[in-house]
């Protein structure tokens, strides 16, 4: 096996940074490659070289196993490291990688292959005596033949497409009336998503944990396994916050699950990084559910609690070292978790979101990690992934480690899109995820996935926030004023013994109105009515991005981003917020558009339009499937109607508050909505 000098990073983000990160301290180089979309991204400024692969759709960039291996060969790459997600389980995309002469750091396409279809994985588990999940993975793909197999697993079970991951083609069903649903969507998900509708059936698990093996195994028939990893908090069946060690784990079923997935390993002579997913239930009982072929999001809980590389360990082992470590080397020193930073809103059923970040700022401190691939002033794209970043935070003691990850959380500005922080804050000050129990029904059982309190306390924590955004937008507006030379100067900007100036401010928190009085009471000092209200704000610092505030005597560490017309980011203690005062600036088009108005919710790709022009549809009727961010989303009706004019089609791309199609809303004769509305 010759030598890697030169390694080209297949993907994009946070991962293709932090595999930049590794090539660079082992002393070689790195080539970034990249979508016209991504060509002001970070990882192509960290890397050595770079290759523009094509436009933004993966189909033209990303996946395109042609450009990835000429751009490898054009800047001398000895070898490629696909990441995760993309072309990272791609047999197709190994072999290519073997017929140019560059190595594929990862597994054989053989083991790809086998792993990579759920069906084929069952059945060799099976045969090499691995507990599996009872259920069905047979070739027979008949909807017939699934239902009727379906009705035998029995009720909940789980639809799952055999190709692919990341809770795409995947469906929980509790009744067999449900199962024809299932069957048909989860279908249509696995083929746009990973081009095969091949399906499997397994019985669902009431209350399990999922708990995955990560292992590593060389070309010498060296195999380890480096403890687990507990990833049950999950929604939509992605996982969002993950941990090491499991909460429940013990001497003896760690050891009897890691001597399972070395044997997972062993029967299929697999070589690289590889993780091995289980379901573990109540009774301490585990089943294997899938290998992942490659690097997991969540490897960096791993490296922090037993202190190895596993980038460097996969570039070692793809060009023949051995393992230098055994089994009885690897230990496990305190306590890690990561939680995933979505742009998505989780109060709007976690749907995607995108646009332009407006400031990004990662937080830093004892045991904090940040594994990122985005910058202030680039774009949140609907052709990628929703996840922007990975926070994780390391402590002796889980309880250590939790408390540090929520700070880092709250010290994290993402302003631009919508993100999942506050939820992420809330799961993990939850009473069941500190006491750790939380399971992978955690999510669905927690009621709320706003991240905001709903008490007195909540709504106070909403009008000091309002209240601190008004008196740093007037600061900021009139120290605009001075640096234009439109005012007056010095340290009198704010005042002025003979006329005080009211000013006042309406922001939209929550769905309601609050307006705000702001007088100043001299240098730094201001008078603050919010909703009767009274505040007494002052600033002891100030920076074009950062403030410490004294609201009625409470310090706070404050960071905004001013932004035009009258628009205003603000962080306080883990609570984001853009402020828009709505003296100055008109309602929103939404505000103006009546209920019958239908509109894309973010960029995707239209991939089914359920109703046409003159039909009757109810409201809540599903009208539009829209694909963003590889996963499916319905767009309903809000109001009953007729379909007055449809505006897209069937593979149209459209953008967020795109007009989708009308909805001429009934009415009775008196003018008043019909009892169906």
Known sequence: MKTINRILIANRGEIACRVVRTVREMGLRSVAVYSEADAGAPHVRQADDAVCIGPPPVSDSYLNIGRIIAAARKTGADAIHPGYGFLSENDAFANACADAGIIFIGPSADAIVLMGNKAAAKRRMAAANVSCIPGYEDEDQSDNRLIAEGERVGFPLMVKAAAGGGGRGMRLVETAADLPTAIERARSEAVNAFGSGELILERAVAGPRHVEIQILADRHGNVVHLGERDCSVQRRHQKVIEESPCPVMTPDLRQRMGKAAIDVAAAIDYVGAGTVEFLLDAERNFYFLEMNTRLQVEHPVTELVTGLDLVAWQIRVAQGEALAIGQADVGMRGHAIEARLYAEDPAQDFLPATGTIDMWRPPSGAGIRVDDGIASGLDVSAYYDAMVAKI??????????????????????????????????????????????????????????????????????????????????????????????????????????????????????????????????????????????????????????????????????????????????????????????????????????????????????????????????????????????????????????????????????????????????????????SPAD
């Not at 402020?579 to 790709?605: F, I, K, T």
């Not at 897209?648 to 009775?668: C, F, K, N, W």
Request: hydrophobic share 40%; net charge negative; with cysteine.
């Open 392 to 673: 994780v935070a390391h402590g002796p003691t889980r309880d250590i480690a939790r408390r540090r990850l929520v700070r880092a959380l709250k010290d994290t500005v993402l302003f631009g899109p919508t993100v999942n922080k506050a939820f992420l804050i809330q799961c993990l000050e939850h009473d069941v995820f500190c006491a750790g129990d939380a399971t992978t029904s955690f999510i669905g059982d927690t009621p709320d996935h706003s991240g905001a309190a709903d008490d007195d306390g909540g709504q106070k924590t909403r009008l000091r926030n309002a209240a601190v955004a008004s008196v740093l937008r007037y600061v900021y507006d009139c120290r605009a004023s001075l640096a234009a030379a439109v005012t007056c100067s010095g340290d009198l900007a704010q005042w002025s013994s003979g006329y005080v100036p009211v000013v006042r401010y309406a922001y939209q928190v929550d769905g309601e109105t609050i307006t705000m009085a702001v007088r100043p009471l001299g240098k730094d000092r201001f008078d603050v009515v919010a909703d009767q209200t009274a505040l007494r704000i002052g600033i002891e610092r100030w920076t074009d991005e950062a403030a410490t505030v004294v609201v009625d005597g409470n310090r706070l560490d404050i960071r905004f981003k001013a932004l035009e017309r009258a628009r205003l980011w603000l962080s306080a203690e883990g609570e984001d917020g853009l402020y828009q005062n709505r003296l100055v600036v008109m309602a929103s088009r939404e505000d103006e558009v009546g209920g019958g108005r239908v509109a894309a919710p973010m960029h995707g790709v239209v991939r089914d339009v359920c109703v046409g022009t003159g039909d009757t549809v109810q409201k809540g009727q599903r009208l539009v499937i829209l694909e963003a961010m590889k996963m499916q989303h319905e767009i309903t009706a809000s109001v009953s109607g007729m379909v007055e004019s449809v505006h897209t089609a069937v593979g149209a791309q459209v953008a967020s508050d795109d007009h989708l199609m009308t909805i001429l809303e009934h009415t009775e004769p008196d003018g008043g909505t």
